[in-house]
């Protein structure tokens, strides 16, 4: 077993028993957690504002590389307190949220990341290929 994921274990456990189970529960929780395949999602909300869309139309210009993906809790939106918001940035020039996770999947994410625990997430983008196609994005998340 690695160093690395028992340690993802013990710091997700640690989150659990923050949010109320007893530290065997925890234990049996955050190994199911970490042993989770992956999860793959379309990032909503990416077409409600055209700043959004050219955000994502600049993303494009970049060397993959250099462009990163994140998720924050945004427990003071006024439509959804357990909204998980999509940030994107690139390398050296800064970050801008280009939209949410699905309603479901922010449910059950939020009080993770509410918590503490790191998820990692990585991206692309997508659409775009013909005039007036809307653009649009994809993460995947790892706990």
């Not at 918590?115 to 290929?129: M, Q």
Request: glycine fraction near 8%; aromatic fraction near 10%; hydrophobic fraction near 40%.
């Amino acid at each position: 077993m690695k160093a690395n994921t028992r340690s993802r274990v013990c710091s997700t456990a640690n989150a659990l028993v923050k949010l109320g189970y007893t530290r065997s529960e925890a234990m049996r929780k955050a190994w199911e957690i970490v042993r989770l395949p992956e999860i793959t999602t379309k990032v909503k909300g990416t077409a409600s504002a055209n700043l959004r869309q050219t955000a994502l139309e600049h993303l494009t210009r970049y060397n993959p590389a250099d462009v990163s993906f994140r998720i924050a809790a945004d427990s003071k939106n006024p439509v959804d307190s357990n909204a998980v918001a999509v940030i994107a940035g690139v390398k050296g020039k800064g970050y801008f949220k280009i939209g949410y996770l699905p309603k479901e999947l922010a449910a059950s994410i939020s009080p993770f990341l509410l918590n503490g625990v790191k998820l990692y997430t990585t991206g692309t983008v997508t659409g775009g290929y013909n005039p007036y196609m809307n653009y649009g994005a994809r993460i995947t998340i790892s706990f």
